[in-house]
């Protein structure tokens, strides 16, 4: 007989509780740095230092400037729901604060040991309260600048199946240094200092706009391809900076959003920015910008996330809009010659003010109709270019031993015959049991990505001129990690001052090397997804990346003796059916397939 009187639904306790909430807002040694940072500029302050020490979850410390706090406020700062920013469920509707829940201290302290030093200006002396996994140990005076301090130790040191999730020291370290730099993109009127065991990873002066701290934390290359961005509708103020369509990369790392000045994650504002440049950028490719977005408080809900990163708002429509004709408008604006362009991006780098030159009346600003138009007209690569990178993968097929027996064994490829190109991107064939479309581009993508995988010492070839490249901060800390690895692939890489690398040899794959972007688009691409784990996920995704990069490209026009030439080497492939990101090569159509279309059954 079933027991009634027992009770399976008990009432969790306040402990158990703080720390399944702390989860939703501490995830990783990077949210602590995110909250506090968010904490110091709610308190004005204009220098905010970061120090790591070690493992990440080990200390970490936050300094601030600001206006710190008095012993009874701090005494219960690190209590649940405790804030300044708030007083009533209506200020819900108009939050201008970066914080404002009262969570961030009360999860940080919940799963760590934490101590907080602080002194307003007025005070004789400051507070220092010490709290260990939530429970308050100590309150006593001490003498400090005025502003706050926190330290965190032992993150998540009494919720060990989260701090077994966390990854190596390197990531974690690009993650916080990635907060640390979007903080720095929003907010350029305060300093910002990250360091990692003594070592200064990012330094950003207070400055008087959005480029040059752009110049300071993503680097002086990338800030001669922005132009302005200044948009204002009757939704939404849109102002900042996007990439001119030569900078792109294969991931958003490069784009920062702030809607009222708080950084979020939008997908709607990643598409709305991306529409904005048309067809100007090539699919699978992501423009820089640094954009923020004001609107009415009224009408955006910035606590939909535990950690604030995401908003909803109110007429995502007619702002999304304003974004996209404020990158159009943008572009349009890009009338003046080249060299001017230039001259005047120069100027701003070295720190003079260029003479501003009246536009001359005569110069008519191109309608998006005809950006479209222009824009459209699709980029054909060079016919010797296709040859070369054809005649490369051929080589190597004949260097390589039995290549006479190692054809797979794909019918549907056997006996065709080439009927032509489609858009300068597929061809069109016939085969023995129907109609063959196959990607020119994916097609050699995967015979690059078999012969690289397998032959990655294949040799290297010294560069007449070394190439340097300049990367952001969190790129540095990845690339440390990469570099053994890429110079088993062929590359020699090495430091070249403060942000740079220089790069002396490549691999034999990429042939001569007639355009240096693409090495920095490799490296672009690796660091993209940031740390892989094991080897095997490392060789794969650099094998990629090199693969999709020395392929044939879409806008290639071939011969019919190249498209019989590409097709040859693809059927000699381990897996011709698709190329390495799992897309197919090729597609077939049986004739009975080609009937049932034309209703011939």
Known sequence: ???????????????????????????????????????????????????????????????????????????????????????????????????????????????????????????????????????????????????????????????????????????????VTDVVTRCALGNTDISFTLINDGRTILRAPASDGVFDRIIHVLGSDVAKAMIPVSFESEWAKVSGFVSQPELTRSGNDLQSFFVNGRSVNSKAISNALRLGFYTLIPKGRYPAAVLNVSIDTKDVDVNVHPAKTEVRFGYEKEVMDAITKAVEEAHRAQVAPIDDKESTVQSLLDGSDPEPEPEPESICKPSVENTLRESATPYNTSVKDTERRLKRTERELLATKDNTDSASSVGVLDDIKILGQIDNLYIIA????????????????????????????????????????????????????????????????????????????????????????????????????????????????????????????????????????????????????????????????????????????
């Not at 706090?69 to 007083?87: E, Q, R």
């Not at 129907?434 to 995988?453: N, S, Y």
């Not at 080897?535 to 044939?552: F, L, Q």
Request: aromatic fraction near 6%; charge should be negative.
């Open 430 to 601: 016939q085969s023995k049991d129907g109609l063959l479309l196959i990607d020119q581009h994916a097609a050699h993508e995967r015979i690059l990505f078999d012969q690289i995988k397998n032959n990655k010492s294949s040799g290297w070839q010294e560069l007449i001129t070394p190439l340097t490249i300049e990367l952001n901060a969190k790129e540095r800390i990845l690339l440390e990690e990469y570099i053994p690895y890429l110079e088993e692939f062929g590359f020699a890489i090495s430091e070249f001052g403060t942000n740079t690398y220089v790069i002396t040899a490549i691999p034999n794959i990429f042939g001569k090397l007639e355009d240096p972007a693409i090495v920095h688009d490799i490296i672009s691409d690796i660091l993209s997804t940031g740390r892989i784990r094991d080897e095997t996920g490392i060789y794969e995704h650099v094998s990629k990346s090199m693969a999709c990069r020395g392929a044939i490209k879409a806008g290639a026009v071939c011969s019919f003796e190249q498209m019989e030439n590409l097709i040859a080497q693809l059927m000699r492939t381990e897996n011709p059916k698709t190329c390495p990101h799992g897309r197919p090569t090729f597609v077939s159509f049986s004739k009975k397939e080609l009937d049932k279309l034309f209703g011939r059954i």
């Open 1 to 175: 007989m079933k027991d009634d009187t027992k009770n399976e639904i008990c009432i969790l306790d306040e402990a158990t509780i703080n720390k399944i909430a702390a989860g939703e807002v501490i995830e990783r040694p990077a949210s602590v740095i995110k909250e506090l940072i968010d904490n110091a500029i709610d308190a004005g302050a204009t220098d905010v230092r970061v120090e790591t020490g070690g493992c990440l979850s080990i200390v970490i410390t936050v300094l601030d400037n600001g206006r710190g706090m008095s012993k009874n406020d701090v005494s219960i700062a690190f209590l649940k729901h405790a804030t300044s920013k708030i007083k009533t469920a209506d200020d819900l509707f108009a939050i201008s604060t970066m914080g404002f829940r009262g969570e961030a201290l009360s999860s940080i302290a919940a799963i760590s040991r934490l101590t907080i030093t602080t002194r307003q200006n007025d005070d004789i002396s400051g507070t220092k309260v010490i709290v260990e996994g939530g429970d308050l140990k100590d309150v006593s005076d001490i003498g400090a600048a005025v502003g706050t301090r926190v330290t965190v130790e032992d993150l998540f040191y009494n919720t060990p199946a989260r701090k077994k999730y966390l990854k190596s020291d390197r990531t974690e370290l690009a993650h």
